[in-house]
């Protein structure tokens, strides 16, 4: 479906009508297993570890959605990222953004290190440092872009040139985003993953992941640890993402204009320092994200005073949620320090940038005058 435009592609890849009853909606195949046509012969399925209708049709839709050769859907974003890195060998050496989501930074350093596995952070809005860090050895480059909460953005395609170079694959965390607004693989990327939980979703109601490959190696590789250590998203999941991926294009619509507004209004206030929003002209890094972005999203993050301030900022929200994720369609605020990054040291949060005082915000998709006006009474009581 490569031919059709964008928001056809989210109401139509792998959503065509049940060809036994004609249904619109994709169906949930709520069955384990699948009876089987003979010896070693099936309809395409023969027990759902393997494969589900349902979870067939979203991963053609996100394969779709993302230009990549194949989609595979996991029970959680850290499901995929742990498939991401499941056929590393030991020895091998991974480079990663230093500014990434500390659920990552917990896999890496205190499971997939155990196994020999080098993980190397860095600065990967520096490309010398990144070309700095690239080994014989190293098989693979992993990067936010923008990164989660500081909003850093890496240029991918510069990245993926040094790393091509020596022989390295590139994979693309791009949930902050989503496919509406970047498109990791058209800029060079080998592999693209995302938290199905946060944009693709877009109601805050299930939890799940994606791998989006490039090369039939990948296909085969996922599949593999699919179906070995069967880390798959269930049925109903399935067709959660599914639904919400049908109104993605309108939601992001929504949540930009009122990101954007949001981010003016901050930028403006005498009480928010070290606002991160890569739409606002005034971020070091804008002209990238004109760049390499169809958009700018809904998410930003700045910091108040300390932690006595971000309490009291948070408990003085009316409309906001103070709630860990994103990409509902609802407004959520989080302390960064004792949510998203709760599972680091302070040394390692000091290290990546993130203070005390850090407000992490996902702007949803209600009326932008009064998610302004509840902040500015939240920052009223600070």
């Given at each position: 479906?490569?031919?059709?435009k964008?928001?056809?592609?989210a ?11 004609g ?16 010896i070693?012969?099936d ?9 589900n ?9 996100l394969?779709?959605l993302e ?6 859907a996991?029970a ?7 498939a ?7 020895g091998d ?32 809005s520096?490309?010398k ?35 091509h170079a020596?022989g ?37 109601d ?28 269930s ?23 009122n ?16 606002l ?6 005034s ?16 998410m ?5 005073e ?15 949620l ?7 369609v ?5 302390h ?5 990054h ?12 993130i203070?005390e ?15 302004i ?7 009223g009581?600070?």
């Open positions: 479906m490569a031919e059709y964008y928001s056809t592609l109401v139509h890849a792998g959503q065509h009508p049940c060809p036994l009853t249904a619109v909606n994709v169906p949930v195949y709520l069955s384990s297993t699948f009876e089987l046509t003979g070693g012969t309809r395409g399925w023969d027990y759902s570890r393997a494969g209708p349902t979870r067939d049709r979203l991963e053609t839709a394969a779709a230009g990549g050769h194949s989609g595979h996991f959680s974003g850290m499901a995929a990222i742990y991401l890195v499941a056929m590393l060998r030991a050496h991974v480079v990663c953004s230093r500014d990434v989501y500390a659920g990552t930074v917990r896999l890496f350093d205190q499971i997939v290190s155990g196994y020999g596995i080098e993980i190397e952070y860095v600065d990967t520096d490309l440092a990144v070309e700095a860090a690239m080994r014989p050895a190293t098989k693979l480059v992993h990067i936010e872009s923008p990164s989660n909460p500081l909003m850093i953005l890496t240029d991918i395609a510069g990245v993926c040139a040094i790393a020596r390295a694959e590139v994979s693309v965390d791009n949930t902050f985003l989503s496919p509406a607004l970047q498109s990791p693989i058209a800029l060079g990327a080998d592999i693209v993953m995302h938290s199905t939980t946060k944009y693709l979703n877009g109601h805050s299930g939890i799940g992941g994606a791998l989006i490959g490039t090369k039939p190696e990948h296909k085969e590789r996922f599949l593999l640890v699919q179906k070995a250590a069967g880390s798959i998203l049925p109903f999941e399935c067709f959660l993402v599914l639904r919400g991926i049908k109104t993605m294009p309108l939601r992001i619509k929504q949540h930009e204009e990101g954007r507004v949001v981010a003016e209004f901050l930028s403006t206030h005498p009480k928010v320092e070290k991160a929003y890569p739409g606002l002209k971020h070091p890094q804008h002209a990238l994200a004109v760049k390499q972005q169809k958009g700018f999203g809904s930003m993050s700045f910091e108040l300390g932690r006595e301030a971000a309490g009291r900022f948070l408990g003085a929200l009316k409309l906001f103070n709630a860990e994720s994103l990409g509902g609802e407004s959520l605020a989080s960064s320090a004792t949510t998203t709760a599972s680091v040291s302070a040394e390692t949060r000091a290290g990546m940038g203070t005082g850090r407000i992490r915000l996902s702007i949803g998709i209600e009326d932008k005058e009064d998610l006006a509840d902040l500015d009474g939240a920052l009581k600070v």
